[in-house]
């Protein structure tokens, strides 16, 4: 006898086993997080957690939204995603690198604490992200003005 069940895609399997092995991380977080309070303090997790999560909500979304906005107006479709991406990448790694290259947590009579210089690493990260976009934004204008040119004229 046939069955004339729905057969899943290769992509929803997928999916969902992504999403069962999320689960079982995020369970394995929680048990560590409640199963030693003194050494993870939940009442503080919960502040930073919901503090983000406002912080997320509250400003860099329409921050996030307000800026694509705006380079809709500014910046030519075939390059909009380039520069989008690129500001999103760039504002993550400063972000993530902030207490670095502010020199939070560093002693000033313990030079060791923060050796390197952050600034200058975060601008040579930053250079080389946009050096990166610079590259994907020529090959897509030389790719645009070679197919103009093989474009038939149609006068």
């Given at each position: 006898m046939k069955r004339s069940g729905v057969r899943p895609t290769v992509g929803a399997v997928v999916r969902g086993l992504v999403a069962v092995a999320g689960l079982a991380?995020?369970?394995y977080g929680v048990?560590?997080?409640l199963g030693m309070p003194h050494a993870t303090h939940p009442p503080q997790a919960a502040r930073w957690l919901i503090g983000g999560l406002l912080l997320h909500d509250l400003v860099a979304f329409p921050v996030t939204a307000a800026?694509?906005?705006v380079l809709t107006r500014l910046v030519r479709a075939p390059y909009r995603a380039v520069v989008q991406g690129t500001?999103?990448?760039s504002v993550s790694v400063a972000l993530a690198s902030l207490p670095l290259w502010r020199g939070y947590g560093g002693a000033p009579d313990n030079p060791s604490v923060d050796p390197l210089p952050y600034g200058r690493n975060l601008a040579i990260v930053l250079g080389a992200v946009w050096a990166v976009a610079a590259a994907l934004i020529a090959m897509r204008a030389l790719r645009a003005r070679?197919?103009?040119r093989a474009a038939p004229d149609g006068s």
């Open positions: 991380v995020l369970g048990h560590g997080l800026v694509g906005f500001l999103l990448a070679r197919g103009r």
